[in-house]
């Protein structure tokens, strides 16, 4: 269950050659458990079909601002009286004119002008259109009128030419759509998120390290921001792509995630109203004397020698004023009664306990929240759902 189930969408698509992506974004929502209601204008229907969104979004596609579907003959008005906001994707540099001068020619603009939610909009346009002076002072216009523009994009567009005016892919507006949905249990909080695992070199060809995808603390990271945090994340080797409106810094050795975790916490001044979430698998040790040659394989065994790497999460949570400090344990056996102890010994009010059989690489997990009150396991779900739950607990316990 994603953090927007039972929200409501009005999709608005406009003519432009980018319509091509608004069926993959309607998959997508609906996917997500968003309510997708389809307004198309005229220029839209040449680009692709009604039939083809109405049978993505799973309703009648709205094209003509006298259709009788509507019992009161004013869709206008009724199709934007249950929507949590209404999205234009494309947003053409002719339908963002009409927003600004409060056109109502047809169903979609009138829809906008009558509405009593938020509007967002995804220009999509040539670069030229973009840049020019009659459209950034629309654009402009339309901040000011309290619109939220996504995008758009740099890139090549379909006239061959490169630069800013793409709209944005379908990934990157469900991302943005669920930040602006989601209730922002987390505004003013500054985040910090390690994730992934750290590399530690034998030689140049060579590592040790911890499994890990990275997943959960990717998917902490985007929860955090769609609920409204500033949000860092601090990442080992992972091949997830950047979480939308987070902060992002490669840390590939355990080493290069200590330094990093603690400039970051000493420059962005983080302290007890703030958050450090410890998620990133760090290897517990690293090579003593790393080769700067590539060791060959003469002889039957290899000897290592290994040194003990910092304890990041410890170290944090003694810092003074520190941060809500959070904690990750993945066990094999005994679960509550590890991730209880390791709780209670580095001073953590919360620990987020799994087994790692049952989650490492997955999509879906079961995990346990361990705090000062005792543990609360979560139902199976997948890790986007589950990073919501374990922050709106982070919230609960910060405000107690």
């Known amino acids: 269950m994603q953090a927007t189930q039972s929200k409501h969408l009005v999709l608005g698509i406009t003519g432009g050659i980018a319509a091509y992506k608004a069926a993959e974004l309607v998959r997508l929502l609906v996917k997500a458990g968003i309510s997708i209601q389809v307004v198309m204008t005229k220029a839209a229907c040449e680009f692709i079909t009604p039939v083809t969104m109405q049978a993505l979004s799973g309703k009648p596609v709205f094209t003509d601002m006298w259709d009788s579907a509507v019992g009161n003959g004013m869709p206008h008005i009724e199709l934007s009286r249950t929507a949590d906001a209404i999205l234009i994707a494309p947003a053409s540099a002719d339908f963002l004119a009409k927003l600004v001068h409060g056109r109502a020619d047809d169903l979609l603009s009138t829809l906008c002008l009558a509405r009593d939610c938020d509007l967002l909009v995804a220009p999509a346009m040539n670069k030229q259109m973009w840049e020019a002076a009659a459209t950034q002072r629309n654009i402009q216009q339309l901040h000011l009128d309290g619109v939220t523009i996504l995008g758009p994009d740099v890139g090549e567009q379909a006239c061959g030419e490169v630069g800013l005016g793409r ?93 990093a975790v603690m400039k970051n916490i000493a420059s962005q001044k983080l302290e007890a109203n703030d958050i450090f979430i410890s998620v990133a698998a760090v290897a517990d040790y690293s090579i003593e004397n790393p080769s700067t040659q590539k060791i060959k394989k003469n002889d039957a065994t290899l000897t290592l020698n290994l040194k003990r790497n910092k304890d990041i999460l410890a170290e944090v949570a003694m810092l003074p004023n520190t941060p809500f400090c959070v904690g990750f344990a993945a066990e094999t056996d005994h679960l509550i009664e590890h991730a209880s102890q390791k709780r209670i010994t580095k001073k953590l009010p919360l620990m987020v306990a799994n087994l790692v059989q049952e989650s490492m690489g997955k999509d879906e997990a079961n995990i346990t929240l361990v705090d000062d009150v005792g543990s609360h396991a979560l139902p199976l779900a997948d890790k986007a759902t589950l990073a919501h739950e374990i922050l709106t607990h982070i919230s609960q316990l910060m405000t107690n």
């Open 167 to 259: 709209m944005l892919e379908a990934e990157q507006l469900l991302a943005l759509v669920n930040a602006h949905l989601t209730p922002k249990l987390l505004a003013g909080k500054r985040v910090l998120i390690t994730a992934g695992a750290t590399l530690e070199m034998i030689d140049p060809v060579r590592a040790i390290t911890n499994l890990s995808s990275g997943k959960m603390g990717y998917a902490l990271a985007q929860a955090a921001y769609n609920m409204g945090a500033d949000v860092t994340l601090i990442s080992g080797e992972t091949s997830l792509p950047i979480p939308v409106g987070v902060s992002h810094i490669s840390a590939k050795s355990a080493e290069n995630m200590y330094q």
